[in-house]
């Protein structure tokens, strides 16, 4: 691992007073890597300094939002680039102001790029059982493709899968979204779609019955009432299709509600993209769909 150089305390003074440490962008950051398929930048990280913090399994790359540099989450005694031979600073876990560091991920000031597939947490389930050609979603804030993920705090991760160089049909894909639906969006808790039934159509010409067949009720128990299919509507250029399961067998949760957004392609044909879930909590004041536990 390429790595910075902490100074020493006789030479600390002299490296406080070094220049910043230099800045390379996303756009230098992928011809260090063997990988075609990483993703471009949303925006307003177009031109952030990427930078590397620490020894991992996997290859984890940060990118601080555009205008800040490597000064917002370093301290004084952190050498410059001059003494780091790697294509983006790579620091060790000394070498940062971790506060800081959390403090901007927190505030959605730093996206990460990293590879799912092989890390040493047993993660590797986030990458069975989708389409190896597509990108896809994996929670409300990370997209991935063929093991690649890209994670952006308070960025709707479907708005990350058109980052992804992935496809023709990809040029189709909304490029800007509705603050609006994104906060909507953001009401839901993001279902996997390698989560959904195997049989589960994940494209077809109509979203409806491929929403009906992921979550409607084709028989009822006798707390049970009928799903409810609503939609589609069109927001975002997607077409979104609204599924209701009314009645449970869990007292304390009155139902379900799930938000599936599909892209159409070829004129006719609609793929699924991402689903979100709620629940209904009677007991609460007042009564409301939510993804929180209900009380």
């Not at 699924?272 to 769909?289: A, I, T």
């Amino acid at each position: 691992m390429a790595t910075t150089t902490v100074a020493t305390p006789e030479t600390s003074a002299a490296a406080s007073d070094n220049p910043s440490i230099s800045c390379a962008s996303w756009q230098d950051y992928p011809a260090s890597e063997a990988s075609e398929q990483l993703p471009t930048m949303p925006p307003g990280f177009e031109t952030g300094c990427v930078f590397r913090v620490g020894q991992t399994t996997s290859v984890t790359v940060q990118i601080l939002r555009n205008g800040l540099s490597l000064d917002a989450i370093t301290g004084p005694e952190t050498a410059t680039n001059a003494d780091n031979d790697g294509p983006i600073p790579w620091f060790e876990a000394t070498e940062i102001d971790r506060d800081k560091l959390n403090e901007l991920i927190a505030s959605g000031d730093v996206a990460t790029y990293y590879q799912n597939c092989i890390t040493s947490g047993g993660q590797s389930t986030n990458c069975d059982g989708f389409d190896a050609a597509k990108a896809y979603v994996i929670n409300d804030d990370t997209a991935c493709f063929q093991g690649h993920c890209l994670q952006v705090p308070q960025v709707h991760a479907i708005y990350l899968l058109s980052q992804w160089d992935w496809e023709d049909a990809a040029d189709d894909l909304p490029q800007s979204f509705d603050p609006k639906q994104t906060a909507a969006r953001n009401q839901y808790s993001t279902v996997p779609l390698n989560t959904l039934y195997a049989d589960v159509p994940l494209t077809g010409e109509s979203p409806e019955d491929i929403a009906f067949r992921a979550f409607g009720r084709s028989s009822l128990a006798e707390w049970e009432r009928a799903t409810i299919v609503n939609g589609p509507t069109t927001e975002d250029d997607l077409s979104i299709v609204n599924v209701i399961n009314e009645g449970t067998a869990d007292d304390s949760i009155g139902g379900y509600r799930y938000r599936l957004d599909f892209s159409k392609f070829d004129d006719d044909q609609y793929q699924l993209l991402w689903v979100g879930k709620q629940h209904y909590c009677p007991r609460n004041n007042p009564p409301e769909w939510t993804k929180q536990y209900c009380s």
